[in-house]
C-alpha cells in the first residue's frame, strides 16, 4: 500500500487509551492515543504475529490476546508474562521486538495513516483543506466531516 489511507474519526480516540483499528490496504494497522499523542503500528504482535486488535474501535491497552503482551506508546513490549522464565528479554531484546511504526495525521476530525512512517503528511492535510469530498484511497467524506463511504472498513480476515 502506498498512500494516506482514511482509517476513522478523531472523536473514536479523543481520550487517553481509546484506540482505532483497521486496514491501510493489505496491512492491518492501529492508532492509539497517548496521553494526548496519536500513535500508529502494524496491528500484529511480534511475538506470534496475531492481529492484537480486532475490532474497528476501543479503549485499553495494546495487549495481544494470544500471549497478553502490552505494548508502549513506542510499540516496545513492556509487559510480558514469563519473561523472566521463559523470554529473558533485557531492554535491548525488548526493543528488538517493537512494534513496526505507521505515519498518523489528523485533520479536519479525520484520522489517516500511512504504512511509511516517514511519509509527509501534507498530501491529507492539503487534500481537505482544498474542500475535497473524495480522497484518493477512495473514502467519501460528507460536508460536515462524516465518513460517508471508506472501502476498507468492512474488511475481514487474517492479516
Given at each position: ?6 482509517l ?76 523472566d ?60 466531516g ?6 476498507s ?7
Amino acid at each position: 500500500m502506498t498512500g494516506w489511507v482514511l482509517l476513522g474519526r478523531m472523536a473514536d480516540v479523543d481520550g487517553n487509551g481509546r484506540w482505532i483499528a483497521g486496514w491501510a490496504g493489505a496491512i492491518p494497522v492501529l492508532v492509539r492515543n497517548f496521553q494526548g499523542d496519536l500513535r500508529g503500528f502494524r496491528n500484529v504482535c511480534s511475538h506470534r504475529f496475531a492481529r492484537m486488535l480486532t475490532e474497528p474501535a476501543g479503549k485499553g491497552p495494546l495487549r495481544c490476546p494470544y500471549h497478553a503482551w502490552v505494548y508502549d506508546a513506542d510499540g516496545v513490549p513492556r509487559a510480558i508474562p514469563f519473561n523472566d522464565t521463559d523470554f529473558h528479554l533485557d531492554e535491548a531484546g525488548r526493543r528488538a521486538l517493537a512494534l513496526p511504526p505507521i505515519a498518523v495525521t489528523a485533520t479536519h476530525g479525520l484520522v489517516f495513516v500511512h504504512a511509511d512512517p516517514s511519509a509527509d503528511a501534507g498530501i491529507p492535510l492539503g487534500w481537505m483543506a482544498a474542500g475535497r469530498t473524495h480522497l484518493p484511497d477512495g473514502a467519501v467524506i460528507g460536508t460536515n466531516g462524516v465518513i460517508l463511504h471508506r472501502p476498507s472498513a468492512g474488511r475481514e480476515g487474517a492479516c
